[in-house]
């Protein structure tokens, strides 16, 4: 049904996705790919295209009085902090490139999927948003989701994200997370002269091992996790350090156990401050989680995206529990599942690479999905 639509634009996807892979998009500033996919979107005939405060670029159809919008959303940025132009190295039929599919393919797909509409003049009888997010990744902390939804609301009826590394891939429950900068401070020293003085190192040290001691709630079906991910400080090697950082996580898809570990945390760090030693504790990610009932809520989204991938790829759907754009709408209680449009591999590495081939079946997906879910 959707093959001639797909072999006539299929290398003009690749094209699309070496230029947005050229243009570094690290969370939070991503305006330039957004500028990029509004002229994009423009050029395919869109004519109302939006490039909000949270850098999300939005095309929405036959939204004007709809209040049960469905919105299709692939994120735009990467993990990479580098502001460097970035080229795909083509290599025994794949793509590499850091961010090449984490999500940057699944943009090219939602764009070709809203060309389709628009050459079709496919007009869906409730309000439909093509929305390219902002702050996905890392402490992006889903700031392009969260403003989306604290601008549309409870007109928003459910939500898809594309955004997994297998075509028969999705997530259907999301992992919520809290996430903290800690910074420990003490006099500090020369290290021979003020031999004794308080470190901040060993200061931190003592709350990573805290931390690790913890044993995780168990609840049916749940999964909870910790970790300490960076750590910083000192000056040199004869210096007794007066300040040390750390930035750690939990993280769990029940809300009770997430409750639980916030609350492991506070006693960890209330108990950091003594004679000498003083503590900041920031919070600069928080990532909501939902319910077990959403699940059952979400089913008719998974089971249109079933059918469809076992045509399409003669698998069966596999489920995942994950963090992603989803997270927003779940924890809202809006129906939302997120799933994958390509095949590839590495993500968050420099070895990232993405099969090419497969955009075909992922763009055959998207289509025939959205079609499904919208109709007209």
Avoid: W
């Avoid at 490139?97 to 509409?117: E, I, N």
């Avoid at 409730?126 to 939804?149: A, H, I, P, R």
């Avoid at 003592?206 to 000056?235: A, D, H, L």
């Avoid at 754009?325 to 993405?354: K, M, Q, R, W």
């Amino acid at each position: 049904m959707f093959s001639v639509f797909i072999d006539e634009n299929y290398d003009n996807m690749l094209n699309t996705l070496k230029k947005l892979c050229s243009i570094p998009a690290p969370s939070g500033m991503e305006q330039n790919r957004a500028e990029y996919i509004k002229e994009i979107l423009l050029s395919f005939g869109a004519d109302n295209v939006i490039i909000d405060e949270a850098y999300n670029a939005i095309f929405s159809l036959n939204c004007e009085n709809s209040n049960e919008i469905s919105v299709i959303a692939a994120h735009t940025d990467t993990v990479f902090s580098d502001l460097d132009e970035l080229c795909v190295i083509e290599k025994d039929g794949k793509f590499y490139c850091p961010g090449v599919g984490d999500d940057t393919a699944s943009v090219v797909v939602l764009l070709y999927t809203v060309k389709y509409f628009l050459k079709h003049n496919i007009k869906p009888k409730n309000g439909v948003m093509f929305v390219f997010n902002s702050c996905e990744e890392g402490l992006g902390n889903l700031k392009g989701t969260k403003q989306l939804f604290k601008t549309y609301g409870d007109r928003i009826k459910e939500f898809i994200s594309l955004d997994n590394s297998d075509l028969n891939g999705c997530y259907n429950e999301c992992v919520g997370s809290h996430r903290y900068k800690l910074t420990v401070n003490t006099q500090g020293g020369h290290s021979f002269e003020r031999f004794g003085n308080t470190n901040a190192i060993y200061e931190l040290s003592k709350v990573i091992n805290k931390i690790y001691e913890i044993e995780v709630p168990k609840r049916e079906g749940s999964v909870t996790t910790y970790n300490v991910g960076i750590i910083s400080g000192g000056t040199s090697v004869n210096t007794i350090p007066q300040k040390a950082e750390m930035l750690c996580e939990y993280r769990s898809n029940n809300s009770e156990c997430l409750e639980i570990m916030k609350n492991r945390f506070k006693v960890i760090f209330d108990g950091i401050k003594s004679e000498g030693v003083t503590a900041d504790i920031e919070l600069i990610g928080d990532r909501p989680c939902g319910t077990s009932e959403m699940k059952d809520k979400s089913k008719y989204l998974c089971e249109i995206l079933e059918k469809i991938v076992a045509r399409v790829v003669d698998k069966d759907v596999r489920y995942e529990i994950g963090s992603t754009d989803s997270n927003v709408p779940i924890s809202l209680g809006v129906p939302a599942i997120t799933f994958g449009v390509f095949e590839g591999a590495c993500c968050h590495t420099l070895d990232e690479y993405i099969v090419p081939e497969s955009l075909k079946k992922g763009l055959e997906i998207s289509l025939e999905f959205c079609k499904t879910l919208l109709g007209e």
